[in-house]
């Protein structure tokens, strides 16, 4: 498609998604991206196919200085950068300003400028009247487009400024209209506006603007961010701003990653490019992971048991159709369900876990699986977890069913802690009729023994170099017992390709450690040995991540 024709589908495009996780997102306390991260999340946003990314504020700090420069050089496919500053300062002149300057250096075709819709802003911040507030704004609007540019007005505290002086607030739109603004984005910059605030406001502006576009961005310090940006485009929006995963300053922004399910799922808008949808989990995680943040397990539409069924009867129903307790089918957003074994668990849990791993329970699968639920009843009432360690649970129901492979015999360990931070395993095993004595050094109890645990059996087993322990959690279970506790150790491990989750009990928190770490390698021994079509399979139940 022609660059020209290209951008004639984005102007007749109902819906446009707007990102600005590079520029607000960021203002999120305890983020700090550099340029080449900003230009992967660019990279990544582009393949998910959002139609405008909001890179920074031009000459506000190097970075964005960087960015800006660099990303010229992405050959983005779908989304449009958008360079974002300020209405011209008070008593300057448009062509001396320096913000407009910055924004015009940047070299965008679409920038975005914020000015003030709220009279008491006008007053307090700007102090300036209001006739020079408007003034600032279309100027400013009138300036950029003397200079080909496409122009989107934020007019900031937008709901705020209706509520108290509405008939200033619509002004300043019709300022921005009259200037040339291509899109008018209403702005709930504080995010105190109620779902009833926005739908009228939004209404009246329609009204107001005729065929102008309406923007919405709004903040979640009420935790109503998206359903206020759906209510907006009920009610007229078709540029809808956000950020990945909800990031944001204070409570954060919309979430664009359940705006845009919401969008094309209930709404049927098609908002992203065909098919695209679909990478929308993956998306997500991989952002987060540059952000250096954990992804909520909990997140609607792509977090890790936001299709996780842990009660018997609920696996039991899904099971037979899938619609009994999904809303939507997760792969659709690129997710999955996932089957929980824990003590809740009915026997229709087990049965589903084993058809999944390919494990045969015998001629008589339900007495089996009763069996099974018992001894799992039994663990979690001492301290175990399962729903956390799938494989823990794997081996566990193999172990049961005299199926669980025996790699190496434990004879003995040994662990030594000193103050200089470092501690020393040694470990003594039996693999395939040998005896094996090897010793390693390590930060911490846990690390020795799994360096170890590797030394000893790295040349019997060389696919373990694959193996990484990525996550590493302790908790005290029982804590009236003091320092007799039993511990819980969960151990999250990956080969490259796929995550699994193991655990160890124990009042000893070395010997929990130990359980944890041996069976994240024998968990991982074991799918080695099977078909890789059967291991990338067993992603539905054991692993709390999966690659895609």
Known sequence: MKKTEAAACLQHKKIQIYDTTLRDGAQM???SLSADDKLKIT???????????????????????????????????HAKIVAFGSTRRKDTKVTNDPILRALLDAKTEYITIVGKSWDMHVDIALNATREENLKMIEESIEYLKLNNKKVFFDAEHFFDGFKASPDYAIEVIKSAKKAGADAIILCDTNGGSMPEDIKKAVAKVKEVLGDTRIGIHVHNDCELAICNSLTAYEAGATQIQGTINGIGERCGNANLISIIPNLEIKYKEKVLPEGNLTKLTAISRQISDILNINPSDHQPFVGYSAFSHKGGLH???????????????PECVGNTNRIIISEQAGISNI????????????????????????????????????????????????DLLGQRPKFFDLIDYRVNVSSKQLAEATVRLKVKGEVIHTASLGVGPG????????????????????????????????GHDGSAAKTRVHVESSDGNINWDTVGLSANIIEATWQAITDSIEYGLWIKTKQKDFAEGLTEVVHSEAKF
């Open 29 to 31: 306390e305890g983020i």
């Open 43 to 77: 990279t990544l946003l582009d393949e998910l196919g959002v139609d405008f990314i909001e890179g920074g504020w031009p000459g506000s700090n190097p970075k964005d200085i960087e960015f800006f420069k660099k990303v010229k050089d992405l050959n983005l496919k």
């Open 315 to 329: 696996a039991s129903a899904v099971q037979k159709d899938s619609k009994t307790y999904e809303h939507i089918t």
């Open 351 to 398: 049965l589903s876990v084993s058809e999944r791993c390919n494990i045969n329970l015998g001629d008589n699968p339900k007495e089996k699986a009763k069996t099974l639920l018992k001894q799992i009843k039994d663990l979690e009432h001492k301290g175990y977890q399962f729903e956390g360690a799938g494989a823990s649970f794997v081996l566990l129901l193999l």
């Open 447 to 478: 690390n020795a023994l799994d360096n170890a645990l590797r030394k000893a059996l790295n040349s019997y087993y060389p696919t373990i170099k694959d193996f990484q322990l990525v996550d590493f959690k302790v908790r005290i279970i029982g």
